[in-house]
């Protein structure tokens, strides 16, 4: 009898460890993973830009309800290179936990020795509806012949 109870036990927090394991994603993947192909562009290449936001959504409850994606200069902006949108979603929280899309990149002036990124902000209502947060992930591009 105590025999069979210790193996209940053991296989009741072996069964809860691997759920723990199956479910844990980190704290940085909270607004999404970004995926950005090919990284390499120049002035209108097409490039599809890729968003899971499965973790954040699952783990953290963070339901987007926006989805801004800008290409930036976060560091070493010389003050002439502003934010471009290049795309602008409203996120749907009874679809898939994913958002894709392809577009080109837009000609306008890029520097040469600029840290190019494409930057999503990831808008969520708070709980109670009333205040909007942002979350932003990044993921890095080169843009040649500048």
Do not use: W
Not at 40 to 50: E, H, Q
């Amino acid at each position: 009898m105590k025999f069979t109870s210790l193996i209940i036990a053991s296989a009741t927090l072996l069964g809860s460890a691997s759920n723990v394991v199956a479910q844990f994603c980190s704290e940085a993947t909270r607004f999404g993973i970004l995926n950005v192909s090919p990284t390499t562009l120049a002035i209108g290449d097409s490039f599809t830009v890729s968003l899971n936001l499965t973790c954040g959504i699952s783990n953290f409850g963070l339901i987007p309800s926006f989805l801004d994606y800008y290409i930036s200069v976060p560091v070493n902006n010389n003050g002439h290179e502003p934010d471009i949108l290049i795309a602008r979603h409203t996120f749907d929280p009874t679809g898939p936990a994913f958002d894709s899309f392809t577009t080109t990149l837009p000609n306008t002036t890029y520097f040469t020795g600029a840290s190019y990124q494409v930057v999503v902000h990831n808008i969520n209502h708070t709980p109670s509806g009333t205040v909007l947060t942002v979350g932003e992930i990044e993921a890095g591009i080169s843009i040649t012949g500048i």
